[in-house]
């Protein structure tokens, strides 16, 4: 980091534009999901996302995306929309009432609000208009999410699904082509030695 990345994410004693290696104290920061570009990937330019982070760590770690969304689905309402502006997970709770939405926000969701302590660019907070983030909900499969460390716990808890989609991801790369069905006992053989 440099001063002013360290400034951002909390780090102290750095001085300078010089980047230098640090070792990071705070387990919210550790991994990929504590780390501002995937956190401004995946927000939106005005607030936060939980959709957006829900869905990433369903698909890009955990290489299970959920269905696309139905051509109908009204946007969510923004803060300025109500007479009194409300947190985000307030206005998401709308998706999670009635279907079509509900199937698969109740998936997305409670990932993405659990990381609802970053700001839309990475910055630790404790409220969101005003509001005291609450970061607890469930997971998909039953897990209690209570912030970010648990959303790293519990993609810890799919390891197997994350080593496929890693070697599933490596491979397409490597190979310069999208992998197909003739490719998954490579795929399966290369997850299977990472994971050993």
Known sequence: VDENLA???????????RF??????????FGLLGKGGILVMTALP??????????????VLLGTPPPLPPADVPPLKEAGDFE??????????????????????????????????????GLWRAKDHGHVIDPADTMYDGT?????????????????LFNLNLAEQLLTYGLGRVVDYR???VIRSIAGDAER
């Open 7 to 17: 400034r951002h994410y909390g780090i102290q004693n750095v001085v300078g534009p």
């Open 20 to 29: 230098r290696q640090v070792t990071l104290t705070d387990p919210n920061r």
């Open 46 to 59: 005005n607030r936060t996302s939980p959709v957006l982070r829900g869905k990433y760590v369903l698909e």
């Open 84 to 121: 009194t502006v409300q947190s985000v997970r307030v206005r998401l709770e709308q998706h999670r009432k009635v279907e079509p939405c509900r199937s698969c926000h109740q998936i997305m969701d409670p990932i993405g609000l659990a990381m609802e302590n970053f700001d839309p660019v």
């Open 144 to 160: 209690a999410l209570s912030g970010p460390v648990s959303v790293r716990d519990a993609v810890l808890k799919h390891s197997d």
């Open 183 to 185: 490719d998954m006992p």
